[in-house]
């Protein structure tokens, strides 16, 4: 067997019953086999950093002894008048003239939903002081009112499941960095050695808990999907769409024609809980040897939008390209001026991932693209919020949701 990875674990407050240490001594108790937690235990033995002094202090040494042997970092600290606890700034700033923490993987966890300066605050020390820092393995997790132990925070799934998977993903992402650490100078990403072509997504039908989704048929939907988006009141859904609203039925058929002739896009018609033909979308940019897919072209009537409905279809298709397709990378784009298109897709889980400036000049006009994704990793937890949002105790009487699908996703 290899060695466990060693994670050196500093917790960001000196009190003996800090929430911070109780955190990281829970992930101490949640990490897998492959991996030690170590909790460093003197950071009130530091003394104040004074640049002038030449000798290296017995807790100093100590610190710098575990960074440097540690395969990565993680430190849980509170925020204390939105900025780091003096304590551990000190530390860090013993570091300064080192090279402890350059290239060095490290992670934020935190016990307190509410501490978010310090957490910009210590992201920023730590990238000027040349850590490697990974957004993907940071954990927010609400502990200031738990008098929990660790073995019974360990024992309770909503803590246990966000810290599990934040240990995860340093994992996976350090032995990336290993992997590719025999060319150190050319980083190269993580290994997929059995990694195989997935299958293209097929013409086929989908049933979810309120919503149908059947391949565009234009002979079978083209009139009801008129009627439900071409109507003037449905002019604003074209706006950011290639196309302008049809001139007439006949335009629209042959436009839904082409739309069906092809494979990539492959459109989809959409049908709201009455089972009305109420909007279209499309499976795009489809690349199976790279496991990734867009989903787009989506068109909903205005009845369509932000209902329960809408996002069941968004779930019943990424589930199907994560989960039967097997893809690893889910895309949204939009214009990036399209306020209401970014507003769903962070809604639906993806994360935003930048911004193409000049992308594409449609209708006469100039867009800048903003790209959003979701990745295989992710998956897992953004499928339990829709589970969780989407489950029939989630709304009331008149179909209102009880509690937001990001909320949910949080708690998942
Ligand atoms: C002096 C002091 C200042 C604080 N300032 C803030 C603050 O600005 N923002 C905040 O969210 N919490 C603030 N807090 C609350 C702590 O961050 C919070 O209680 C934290 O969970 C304590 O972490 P610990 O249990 O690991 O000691 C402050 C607490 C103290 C003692």
Known sequence: MSTPLRILAIPGSLRARSTNLLLLETAALLAAADMRLEIFAQLGDIPLFNPDRTDVPPAVAALRASVESADAVIISAPEYAHGLPGALKNALDWLVSGIELTGK???????????????????????????????????????????????????????????????????????????????????????LPNWQPRPF??????????????????????????????????????TYLPANPPADIEEWRIRLENHAAGRDPLFFTLFDES????????????????????????????ELQQTRV???????????????????????????LNAPSRRAALRLGFRFEGIFLNAVVYKQRSRDTAWFSITDDEWPRVRRGFEAWLAPENFDAEGRQLHSLASLRAQN
Request: net charge positive; aromatic share 8%; with cysteine.
């Open 275 to 302: 089972g009305n033909a109420a909007g279209i979308c499309a499976y795009l940019r489809i690349a199976p040897e790279h496991g990734s897919i867009e989903i787009g072209h989506i068109h909903l009537s205005p």
């Open 201 to 238: 997504p097929e013409r086929r039908s989908f049933r979810g808990r309120y919503s149908a989704i059947e391949p565009l048929d234009t002979a079978k939907h083209a009139e009801a999907l008129y009627a439900s988006l071409c109507k003037p009141s449905g002019v604003s859904g074209f």
């Open 310 to 336: 809408a996002t069941d279809i968004q779930y019943l298709l990424m589930r199907h390209a994560f989960e039967d397709l097997g893809y690893r990378r889910y895309e949204w784009k939009c214009d990036a």
């Open 105 to 191: 993987p490290v992670a934020l966890f935190n016990a307190s939903a509410r501490s978010v300066y310090a957490q910009a605050a210590l992201r920023e020390v730590l990238v000027t002081l040349g850590a490697s820092f990974l957004d993907r393995a940071c954990v927010t997790i609400s502990l200031t009112a738990d008098s929990r132990t660790p073995q019974q925070l360990a024992a309770d799934p909503m803590i246990a499941t966000p810290i599990a998977t934040a240990l995860d993903r340093l994992a996976s992402i350090i032995a990336a960095r290993t992997n590719s650490a025999a060319n150190a100078s050319q980083p190269t990403g993580r290994a």
